[in-house]
């Protein structure tokens, strides 16, 4: 019996993702009596979000099912500071024209998980920008600096760990935790925002919010975090061996997408039903009792459910049926991912691990070669050994493709133009 009396915190403590909340009582009683308005803020250090930051976009999706308003907060302002919380250096400084384009880029994926609108209940998408950019300096240092203690500022963990391992904090990072905190204050002046989400990094910079925000006058505000989560072997959520599993579809297809939630570690599974996918909690509690090799059903559905929320269901289904023609039939399927290569370096001749570094199966031809050694390559479906191997003309099959394999669940489909 859950001891939460609002259906989103029920919802959130059953699927696992609480880790800490401000005032649970008093946010609980709020949630349950009125819409409430609450954000998750994200800045645009890349062209798309990865997988990390799905649990929070996911947050964000039951506070509207279960009847609120939510906020996805792009950080048009914040993005050109740089978050250091617990980072081992300085970010690097973007120019104002690639923060705009990576947050246009970014907010493509939301309106697959949020629904937007002019409703009560309608997400917005706002850019801290908007106010961020035209703030006066001596006014804001006035208004808002005054409000913070330097020595509890330092208190931090997230300034601590710079400061313990004698790596540089600049001012301009400093300053990026009285924004964030300002952003809450701002947020509940304009949209009567009274709830800020994020991970667990981010409680230090959420409750300077709050008490910014008790100090300026705002009503009661209030932190939710959840876990910073890693796989069951240690690895950090939204890294795959060969990079960011980004969710944007122009960076990552959906059969790679797929294939991520596929490889899953038994050990997940049933956490990763909760955190990820919409199932009842009845279907997850039977799925996640199945074992052996009824085990490998259940991470199929896992990955389906998760790509078609992102994607959508018909091309999650086709990505489960490409990965069942490529591993069950050993098939050619043209819903591989595809590499263009220019014909005429093919008809010259390219060395197969520079092949496997252009497709992206490898990030060098050190990690390429390491492959061939280890028996991992095959070209259509056929072993190679030697690490001299020239791919020409000769390996083009019928379909005008050459398959390039990486163990038995990365392909790539090479294609001369």
């Known amino acids: 019996m859950s001891k939460f009396k609002s259906e989103f915190l029920h919802t959130l403590s059953e699927r696992g993702f609480i880790h800490q909340i401000s005032d649970e009582t008093g946010l609980d009683d709020l949630l349950n009596k009125e819409i409430v308005t609450a954000y998750i803020g994200y800045d645009p250090t890349a062209p798309s979000l990865h997988a990390g930051s799905l649990i929070q976009i996911m947050m964000l999706h039951w506070f509207q099912k279960t009847g609120h308003r939510p906020i996805s ?116 002046k304009r949209y009567d925002c009274r709830l800020q989400m994020g991970g667990s990094d981010q409680w230090g910079n959420i409750v300077n919010g709050i008490d910014l925000g008790h100090r300026m006058g705002t009503p009661q505000l209030y932190a939710l975090t959840s876990p910073l989560l890693t796989t ?129 199966l490898a990030a060098s031809n050190g990690e390429a070669r390491r492959h061939v050694q280890g028996g991992a390559v095959r070209i259509n479906d056929v072993a190679v050994s030697d690490e001299k191997t020239v791919i020409g003309s000769g390996e083009v099959k019928d379909g005008g493709v050459i398959k390039l394999s990486l163990g038995k669940k990365k392909h790539v489909l090479v294609k001369p133009v």
């Open 73 to 188: 907060l792009m950080g048009g302002g914040t993005g050109m500071v740089g978050d250091p919380s617990f980072k081992d250096e300085a970010r690097q400084l973007m120019t104002v024209q690639t923060i705009e384009d990576n947050i246009a880029s970014i907010k493509r994926c939301f309106a697959n998980y949020l629904t937007y609108g002019e409703g009560p209940r309608d997400a917005l998408m706002v850019n801290n920008g908007e106010w961020l950019t035209k703030i006066n300096y001596l006014e804001f240092l006035r208004d808002v600096g005054r409000h913070f203690s330097v020595n509890r500022m330092l208190s931090f963990d997230s300034v601590k760990t710079r400061i313990d391992r004698e790596q540089s904090l600049s001012f301009l990072e400093f300053n990026y935790m009285i924004l964030q905190a300002y952003d809450f204050v701002e947020l509940n």
């Open 232 to 360: 069951a072997s240690g690895a950090k959520m939204g890294k795959s061996l060969s990079g960011a599993v980004w969710l944007n579809a122009d960076m990552l297809s959906a059969y790679d997408f797929w294939q991520y939630w596929r490889n899953t570690e038994d050990a997940d599974v049933a956490r990763f039903l909760k955190l990820y996918t919409t199932l009842p909690m009845d279907e997850i509690a039977r799925l996640s009792a199945l074992a052996g090799s009824e085990i490998n059903e259940v991470k199929k559905i896992l990955a389906t459910e998760v790509t078609a929320i992102l994607h959508g269901r018909a091309a999650a289904e086709q990505a489960a049926e490409t990965a069942r023609k490529v591993f069950e039939e050993g098939a050619l399927d043209s819903n591989l991912p595809t590499v263009e290569i220019a014909t005429s370096e093919i008809e010259a001749g390219i060395g197969l691990l520079a092949l496997f570094v252009k497709a992206g």
